[in-house]
T-cell receptor, first 114, second 117 residues
Framework: GDSVTQMEGPVTLSEEAFLTINCTYT??????LFWYVQYPGEGLQLLLKATKADDKGSNKGFEATYRKETTSFHLEKGSVQVSDSAVYFC?????????????FGTGTRLTIIP | DTAVSQTPKYLVTQMGNDKSIKCEQNLGHDTMYWYKQDSKKFLKIMFS???????INETVPNRFSPKSPDKAHLNLHINSLELGDSAVYFC????????????????FGPGTRLTVL
């Protein structure tokens, strides 16, 4: 079955540091890939997405590129801020019209210190 | 305007009780979902409904029964609550448009934190 593997957290960085959160996936078909973010006490928000190989999703300074050859979708940001502190989830959805579901990684807690 | 709303936000109850969590979406989506997030933040799908029809049921105990009175609502009823049911439950919705290809952006509610004592 489908699965998503994220790097273990928690991750603690200083403000303005470079961020990478690794994500690799296993899928039987050709999935769409997502990063969701969960701020403290809130629900999940879609951060960015990519639907085909070599697509780059980007939002709020975060980027991730769909790499089919390495089955990866690593999240990066050049200069993190305290407000980026949250839990980040990598997820995939296989094409199965009408029967799609999101398969999530375990989440990576990110803490940014001033 | 709230896109996906859940009530209540917090629910504390005793073992053995029966409780319900309500979810409503005003996005006009045709598919709704329930996810469970455990204490380690792991998220797993429980159910999905498309136009009031059950599509996904991921080996969830029979004590959990989703009900969809219309495509804007998906409620979750839990019978005989157990300690292990304590978690945060998230509702989500999406518009599954087959002709647009493999794409499933889901919009999540704020979550309901259930604590079973």
């Amino acid at each position: 079955g489908d699965s998503v593997t994220q790097m273990e957290g928690p991750v603690t960085l200083s403000e303005e540091a470079f961020l990478t959160i690794n994500c690799t996936y296993t899928a039987t078909g050709y999935p769409s890939l997502f990063w969701y973010v969960q701020y403290p006490g809130e629900g999940l928000q879609l951060l960015l997405k990519a639907t085909k190989a070599d697509d780059k999703g980007s939002n709020k300074g975060f980027e991730a590129t769909y790499r089919k050859e390495t089955t990866s979708f690593h999240l990066e940001k050049g200069s993190v801020q305290v407000s980026d502190s949250a839990v980040y989830f990598c997820a995939l959805s296989e094409p199965n019209f009408g029967n799609e579901k999101l398969t999530f990684g375990t989440g990576t807690r990110l803490t940014i210190i001033p | 305007d709230t896109a996906v709303s859940q009530t209540p936000k917090y629910l504390v109850t005793q073992m053995g009780n029966d409780k319900s969590i309500k979810c409503e979406q005003n996005l006009g989506h045709d598919t709704m979902y329930w996810y469970k997030q455990d204490s380690k933040k792991f998220l797993k799908i429980m159910f999905s409904y498309n136009n009031k029809e059950l599509i996904i049921n991921e080996t969830v105990p029979n004590r959990f029964s989703p009900k969809s009175p219309d495509k804007a609502h998906l409620n979750l009823h839990i019978n005989s609550l157990e300690l292990g049911d304590s978690a945060v439950y998230f509702c989500a919705s999406s518009q599954v448009v087959p002709k647009r290809g493999p794409y499933n952006e889901q919009f999540f509610g704020p979550g309901t934190r259930l604590t079973v004592l």
